[in-house]
C-alpha cells in the first residue's frame, strides 16, 4: 500500500520534480449558492506571500501520489475553509477548466514561477461555517460582480484572477 500522508515529497525532492515535470493541482472556487442554484457570493482567501505581499486567492493544492482527485479537492477544501465548511463536490469531476500554470510569462495567461503545473479548477458550494486555517489570513466573500471588479482582479496574481472570471462565466454571472 502506498502511503501518501503525512507529506508527498521533501523540500529539495520536490523543487527537483518542479524543475522537470508538470505537477497536478487542483484549484477550487468556494460559492455559496441561493434555493434556485445560483451564485450568490464567492468566497477568496487572503494571504501572505513569501516575499511579504498580500493577495487574493482561490483554494488549491496538489494531487498527492496514489490519491483520488475527489479526495485531493475535498482534502484543500477542509485545509484552507477548515472542517465545517461543508462543500459539496459536485457528482461529476470534469472541471469546469484546466489551467496550465508555467514558469516563463506569457505563454497562458496562468504563470507560476516556481513550476509548469496543470490545475483542474473546480466550482463548489459551500454550505457550512468556513474559517480559514493554514496561511490563509482570512476568507472574504464577494458578490460576483465586486469579484469581477479591476480591483479585486489587480489582487489575484499568476493568472488567478482569470481563472476567477472564468468561473463566473461558466456559472452565468456576468464578468
Given amino acids: 500500500m502506498t502511503e501518501t500522508t503525512p507529506g508527498w515529497l521533501a523540500p529539495e525532492d520536490l523543487e527537483s520534480t518542479r524543475a522537470q515535470l508538470p505537477i497536478l493541482y487542483v484549484e477550487a472556487v468556494p460559492v ?48 484552507d475553509l477548515g472542517p465545517v465548511a461543508l462543500p459539496r463536490i459536485p457528482a461529476s469531476l470534469q472541471p469546469f477548466t484546466v489551467a496550465e500554470y508555467f514558469p516563463t510569462p506569457g ?5 507560476d514561477p516556481r513550476q509548469h ?5 473546480y466550482i463548489v458550494p459551500v454550505a457550512g461555517d468556513c474559517r480559514p486555517r493554514q496561511d490563509a489570513l482570512d476568507l472574504v466573500w464577494f458578490s460576483p460582480e465586486e469579484a469581477a471588479s479591476p480591483l479585486v482582479q489587480q489582487e489575484m496574481p499568476g493568472g488567478r484572477g482569470a481563472l476567477l472570471k472564468r468561473a463566473l462565466a461558466h456559472v452565468g454571472c456576468p464578468t
Fill in 32 to 79: 455559496r449558492v441561493d434555493d434556485a442554484g445560483e451564485v450568490t457570493r464567492i468566497g477568496l482567501l487572503l494571504r501572505i506571500g513569501s516575499d511579504g505581499t498580500v493577495s487574493r486567492t482561490l483554494v488549491s493544492g496538489r494531487v498527492l501520489h496514489h490519491e483520488r482527485v475527489r479526495d485531493a479537492l475535498l482534502r484543500h477544501l477542509e485545509k
Fill in 107 to 111: 505563454i497562458t495567461e496562468f504563470h
Fill in 117 to 121: 503545473a496543470v490545475s483542474l479548477a
